[in-house]
């Protein structure tokens, strides 16, 4: 029984440049979020994806912010010309199908730093 | 307002002693779920424990417990038997709105206890 994975686990990036992230979430659940968290804060939510459709955007995620979720499986996170205040960890969780389950459950993070 | 206050930026506590960590929340919605995660300075979010407003009794798991006390809108995590490997990061969070087959129901986050348990 894996987890929810993620890939990179860190990236280092030059301000300017774009950055892509996977995360693979448990694979029976058909629910994926997205969070980003900065120093010293708890995670704030991103975007969320129930199968492919992508069903609600905080409006933390800018328009140099895009996700996907084509097949209903895995999913990216694309950070477009990247700045410095992009600089944190981004975590994805994942949520089972049942809807009396509740919890989500997260992935590594991906921490990224934007020189 | 916070939707989740976490009123203790760190807390430290002698290694087989019991800790509680505060948290208390906001919600105008009768239909809410309040959840604890464990983060180590690795960086993943482990869920610990989960209690709906409904639930007439106070969840457990393990060493963990929850003293949810509604009328006070607080939800306090109990670890008893601290170990060293208790040491990380603690955050409360709580989903609001009834779980639809629809609805995402994202979590918000408190600020987080650093927890240091000592020998």
């Known amino acids: 029984d894996t987890g929810v994975s993620q890939d990179p686990r860190h990236k280092i990036t030059k301000r300017g440049q774009n950055v892509t992230f996977r995360c693979d979430p448990i694979?029976?659940?058909?629910?994926l979020y997205w969070y980003r968290q900065t120093l010293g804060q708890g995670p704030e939510f991103l975007t969320y994806?129930?199968?492919?459709?992508?069903?609600?955007k905080s409006r933390l995620l800018s328009d140099r912010f895009s996700a996907e979720r084509p097949k209903g499986s895995f999913s990216t996170l694309e950070i477009q010309r990247t700045e410095q205040g992009d600089s944190a960890m981004y975590l994805c969780?994942?949520?089972?199908?049942?809807?009396?389950?509740?919890?989500?459950?997260f992935g590594p993070g991906t921490r990224l730093t934007v020189l | 307002a916070q939707k989740i206050t976490q009123t203790q930026p760190g807390m430290f506590v002698q290694e087989k002693e019991a800790v509680t960590l505060d948290c208390t929340y906001d919600?105008?919605?009768?239909?809410?779920?309040l959840f604890w995660y464990k983060q180590p300075s690795s960086g993943e979010m482990i869920f610990l424990i989960y209690?709906?407003?409904?639930?007439?009794q106070n969840a457990t798991e393990g060493r963990y417990s929850l003293n949810f006390q509604k009328a006070r809108k607080s939800a306090n995590l109990v670890i008893s038997a601290s170990q060293l490997g208790d040491s990380a990061m603690y955050f409360c969070?709580?989903?609001?709105?009834?779980?639809?087959?629809?609805?995402?129901?994202?979590?918000?986050f408190g600020t987080g206890t650093q927890l240091k348990v000592e020998l």
């Open positions: 919600t105008s919605d009768p239909s809410y779920g």
């Open positions: 969780a994942s949520r089972s199908r049942d809807y009396l389950a509740d919890t989500q459950y």
């Open positions: 209690q709906g407003s409904y639930d007439q």
């Open positions: 694979s029976e659940h058909n629910r």
């Open positions: 969070a709580m989903r609001e709105g009834r779980r639809l087959t629809g609805g995402g129901n994202k979590l918000t």
């Open positions: 994806f129930q199968n492919e459709a992508q069903l609600e």
